[in-house]
T-cell receptor
């Protein structure tokens, strides 16, 4: 049982490059989330989805786009990476109505 | 805006000691969770506890929603308890959108 899987685990980009982070969950969860974690801080919500085909903005959405074409997958895109987007990104999922959150292992992104 | 505050920010314990971590929130919660981030960065859900008390082994948690706080108790601490503990609250109008505190960093020494 894989739970929540993120790929890639590590990535280094140059300023202005684009990339996509993939999150996959095998728990049939309706809700999926992308968070970022910066040193000494908690997790801040970037975007989330309450079901297939839906997305919504979180606390810090600027510079990111997301898509939820399939229930099990949630993609996070950076169209033009900036050094301020250097962070650890976590995907999470939960059942609708319970809220218990399960996290992936994180993806460490460095933008030079 | 909604605030989730954790205390203390840092805690150092000797193995075998007990501790209490606190989470205060500025508005009524309908969803309160505690997480442990281990030294390798992995986030594990410890408790889903919008109200009342739950226990899991050496860990227990209590949320008093009417007074807007939650407590995480760690008894007989072990070195494997080291890491960062986060609480996160969900608030009316944003169910399942959790707001995280900044965390309590715990170091347990043998």
């Amino acid at each position: 049982n894989a739970g929540v899987t993120q790929t890639p685990k590590f990535r280094v980009l140059k300023t202005g490059q684009s990339m996509t982070l993939l999150c996959a969950q095998d728990m049939n969860h309706e809700y999926m989330y992308w968070y970022r974690q910066d040193p000494g801080m908690g997790l801040r919500l970037i975007h989330y989805s309450v079901g297939e085909g839906t997305t919504a903005k979180g606390e810090v959405p600027d510079g990111y786009n997301v898509s939820r074409l399939k229930k099990q997958n949630f993609l996070l895109g950076l169209e033009s990476a900036a050094p301020s987007q250097t962070s650890v990104y976590f995907c999470a999922s939960s059942f609708m109505g319970t809220g218990e959150l399960f996290f992936g292992e994180g993806s460490r992104l460095t933008v030079l | 805006g909604i605030q989730v505050e954790q205390s203390p920010p840092d805690l150092i314990l000797q193995e075998g000691a007990n501790s209490t971590l606190r989470c205060n929130f500025s508005d009524s919660v309908n969803n309160l969770q505690w997480f442990h981030q281990n030294p390798w960065g992995q986030l594990i859900n410890l408790f889903y506890i919008p109200s009342g008390t739950k226990q899991n082994g050496r860990l227990s948690a209590t949320t008093v929603a009417t007074e807007r706080y939650s407590l995480l108790y760690i008894s007989s601490s072990q070195t494997t308890d080291s890491g960062v503990y986060f609480c996160a609250g969900g608030f009316s109008g944003g169910y399942n959108k959790l707001i995280f505190g900044a965390g309590t960093r715990l170091a347990v020494h043998p």
